[in-house]
């Protein structure tokens, strides 16, 4: 009963270094996705996917990466870490059936600091 | 295409009191809509959802929410506050089956003693 479980909860990375933030669930739900919080943000959509395999950007892709290879992961992987990256970053699971959304599961969120 | 609109960036009312959060949608096809509550330094909890069954839906901790399609609104309602209830609100919508949702900015409630 896991949910959607998200590491690390807190990272301090320097400008320009990589980092792969994880991401699994086990509802076996199709859509998974990844949002960053910002203050009087609001949560915005970074890269999402429908299944394994498929993926495809959101609202602010710039400076990520995803994959799905498997209907449980989907990591986050920041190329090289800036500033302007410093943010909540929160993972979400989904699932529909016919014309109807059945909500979104989220993670605990990881804390992110670029420095 | 779809939207959300909430109301108020923040509600403030005292303990005891009703509470009314309000959102508009704006939806093109039938759509599903939820509240989250994100309590400081937490991650989002789903409160209720309406996916085209009853338009009156009720959620957890006491509170609830009217589908109302002639006025594209889903006001988040309680009938007596409490301190817990003092957090971040987030009315959500997704368009028939999308699996895209698209969040209000938020409304935050504070609760006085």
């Known amino acids: 009963n896991a949910g959607v479980t998200q590491t690390p909860k807190f990272q301090v990375l320097k400008t320009g270094q990589s980092m792969t933030l994880q991401c699994a669930q086990d509802m076996n739900h199709e859509y998974m996705s990844w949002y960053r919080q910002d203050p009087g943000m609001g949560l915005r959509l970074i890269h999402y996917?429908?299944?394994?395999?498929?993926?495809d950007q959101g609202e602010v892709p710039n400076g990520y990466n995803v994959s799905r290879s498997t209907t449980e992961d989907f990591p986050l992987r920041l190329l090289s870490a800036a500033p302007s990256q410093t943010s909540v970053y929160f993972c979400?699971?989904?699932?529909?059936?016919?014309?109807?959304?059945?909500?979104?599961?989220f993670g605990s969120g990881t804390r992110l600091t670029v420095v | 295409a779809q939207s959300v609109t909430q109301l108020d960036s923040h509600v403030s009312v005292s303990e005891g009191t009703p509470v009314l959060l309000r959102c508009n949608y704006s939806s093109s096809y039938s759509p599903s809509l939820f509240w989250y509550v994100q309590h400081p330094n937490k991650g989002l909890q789903l409160l209720l959802k309406y996916t085209s069954a009853a338009t009156l839906v009720k959620g957890i901790n006491g509170f609830e929410a009217e589908f109302k399609k002639s006025e594209t609104s889903f006001h988040l309602t309680k009938p007596s506050a409490h301190m817990s209830d003092a957090a971040e609100y987030f009315c959500v919508v997704s368009t028939g089956g999308s699996y895209i949702p698209t969040f209000g900015r938020g409304t935050s409630l504070i609760v006085h003693p």
């Open positions: 979400a699971s989904s699932y529909s059936l016919g014309q109807s959304n059945y909500g979104y599961t």
């Open positions: 996917s429908v299944g394994a395999g498929i993926t």
